[in-house]
């Protein structure tokens, strides 16, 4: 059963697995075109698995190939219909221990969290990337407020609780909270 179509992936359901499939896309030339898909799922099977590591909840990866990857399906709310201050406060406490660990996500909307079982799940690593600056983490946690400006009622609170995780877990978080604020006001005068 198809569950889910994003811009390049579709996602199928079969029992309590998942499986995430790229298939091929004609507008770009054949060998980049399969470069792309083959990376991007394995960069997601790999930095899934780490984050895992880590302490973040991700699902279990059960098998990859070139273009599919297999994995627990997880069963819950989209963060994205349920998110409240408590939550975004876990979001900062997850994404803290995240980029303590050296990954940057590349792609944290509330599309990508699962909440789960009184947990966030964290999901859609393709393209994630490991990295510990600040400019990096800045950029990470930039995409998460902009989703919530544009998603959500009442963004600042929201984005506030999370900066109260984020500082738990996150040794450099001070300076990256800073650093966001600059990454904003340079988008709003480019
Ligand atoms: N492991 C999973 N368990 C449950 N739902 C999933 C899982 N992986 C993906 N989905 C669903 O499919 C959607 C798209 O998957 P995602 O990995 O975010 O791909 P895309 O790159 O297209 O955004 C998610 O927003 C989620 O609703
Ligand atoms: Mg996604």
């Keep these: ?35 792309i898909r083959t990376e991007r799922t394995l960069r997601e099977a790999r930095i899934t ?12 990866i059960r098998d990859v190939s070139r273009f599919d990857l297999k994995m627990e399906k ?11 201050p408590h939550l975004s406060r876990m979001v900062g406490e997850m994404v803290g221990k995240l980029h303590r660990g050296g990954i940057i996500h590349g792609d944290l909307t509330t599309s990508n969290m ?18 510990k600056t600040v400019e990096a983490q800045g950029v990470d946690v930039h995409v998460y407020f902009q989703t919530l400006e544009s998603t959500h009622d009442r963004p600042g609170e929201l984005m506030e609780a999370f900066a109260d995780g984020y500082i738990k877990t996150n040794p450099q978080a001070e300076a990256v909270l800073q650093r966001v604020k600059e990454i904003k006001a340079r988008g709003r005068y480019l």
């Design 1 to 35: 059963m198809e569950i889910g179509r994003g811009a390049e992936a579709v996602i199928t359901c079969d029992g309590e697995t998942v499986q995430k499939s790229r298939p091929a896309k004609s507008y770009r030339q054949p060998q980049l075109d399969q470069r």
């Design 114 to 131: 699962i909440f789960c079982r009184d947990r966030i799940c964290l999901i859609d690593f393709g393209l994630s990337y490991y990295e």
């Design 74 to 84: 997880i069963e819950g709310e989209k963060l994205k219909d349920v998110i409240s």
């Design 49 to 60: 698995s780490e984050a895992r590591r880590l302490g973040v909840t991700t699902p279990i």
